[in-house]
């Protein structure tokens, strides 16, 4: 049961183009792991820029920073 959070800064983004995000990071996943589609969920939180390093990097970022697959190329 995979479930696909994405974290970014405010963006204008219409329904379209986020339903083609979620169908895109789904598919990803359908390839790799084998995923079914009825078992996937995505989900799209907008973090104002100012709230980041406490909402974001202190608390999902720094502490897992070992155990990242892809490891940001900022720091605070």
């Known amino acids: 049961m995979p ?4 974290k970014c800064f405010p963006r204008e983004l219409t329904e379209e183009q ?16 084998g995923s079914k589609d009825e078992s996937l969920s995505v989900a799209l939180k907008m973090i104002d820029q100012a ?5 974001v990097w202190d608390t999902q970022i720094a ?6 697959l892809k490891k940001p190329g900022y720091s605070f």
């Open 18 to 33: 986020k339903q083609a995000v979620a169908s895109e990071m789904c598919d990803v996943l359908k390839k790799h792991f």
């Open 63 to 68: 502490p897992e920073l070992d155990s990242l």
């Open 51 to 55: 709230n980041w390093k406490a909402e």
């Open 3 to 6: 479930h696909i959070e994405i």
